[in-house]
């Protein structure tokens, strides 16, 4: 299993461009969340999911934009990017359900720099 | 709003020393408590969790205590070994309709010297 993976690695945008991030994940996991670390704030959630066609909002949901038309994947938009989106992005993913400790297993994470 | 308080923000223990994270939360519909280990450039990672059923988890050298009634837990590193040196976050997290829903702590740099 490759777990979890994202892509791009790396990406550089200017202000006003948009973007997708990529996540995907092979366990056939329900549930699907995407974070953004920044230095001193820990991970905050974007927007999650617990399957095709549902999905919320978490903390800072401003300016980003999901939808999930598979179990599998689960790509976050930015609109319309801003210096303030500037981050390392995370996607996670659980299975519903599971046994305990419910483990939530991260991607490698995307290093976003808009300029 | 930080729903997950977290301390100390960093932490420098000599090695075989005992390193204590503190963590409080606010909202009590969370009903698991995890806690994540992340080395530089890479995502985290489950290190151990709790639900709040229990007041104390042991895992090896790693403990987890939860006091429901203060809403407070903490993380206990026993023989703090050089190779621990990472940042640590606690989480609390509650499943709704949408999914599971997790708030992090701002996270804890610990330094364990040699």
């Known amino acids: 299993n490759a777990g979890v993976t994202q892509t791009p690695k790396f990406q550089v945008l200017k202000t006003g461009q948009s973007m997708t991030l990529q996540c995907a994940q092979d366990?056939?996991?329900?549930?699907m969340s995407w974070y953004r670390q920044d230095p001193g704030m820990g991970l905050r959630l974007i927007h999650y999911s617990v399957g095709a066609g549902i999905t919320d909002q978490g903390e800072v949901p401003n300016g980003y934009n999901v939808s999930r038309s598979t179990t599998e994947d689960f790509p976050l938009r930015l609109l319309s990017a801003a210096p303030s989106q500037t981050s390392v992005y995370f996607c996670?993913?659980?299975?519903?359900?599971?046994?305990?400790?419910?483990?939530?297993?991260f991607g490698p994470g995307t290093r976003l720099t808009v300029t | 709003q930080q729903q997950v308080k977290q301390s100390p923000q960093s932490l420098i223990v000599q090695k075989g020393g005992i390193s204590i994270i503190n963590c409080a939360y606010e909202n009590t519909a969370f009903d698991y408590f995890p806690w994540y280990q992340q080395f530089p450039g890479k995502g985290p990672a489950l290190l151990i969790a709790?639900?709040?059923?229990?007041s104390e988890k042991k895992e090896g050298r790693f403990t987890i205590s939860f006091n429901k009634s203060a809403k407070q837990f903490s993380l206990h590193i026993m023989d703090s070994q050089p190779g621990d040196s990472a940042t640590y976050f606690c989480a609390a997290s509650r499943v709704d309709n949408y999914g599971q829903n997790f708030v992090f702590g701002p996270g804890t740099r610990l330094s364990v010297l040699p």
């Open positions: 996670a993913s659980s299975e519903r359900g599971g046994t305990f400790p419910y483990e939530q297993y």
């Open positions: 366990m056939n996991h329900e549930y």
């Open positions: 709790i639900r709040p059923d229990v």
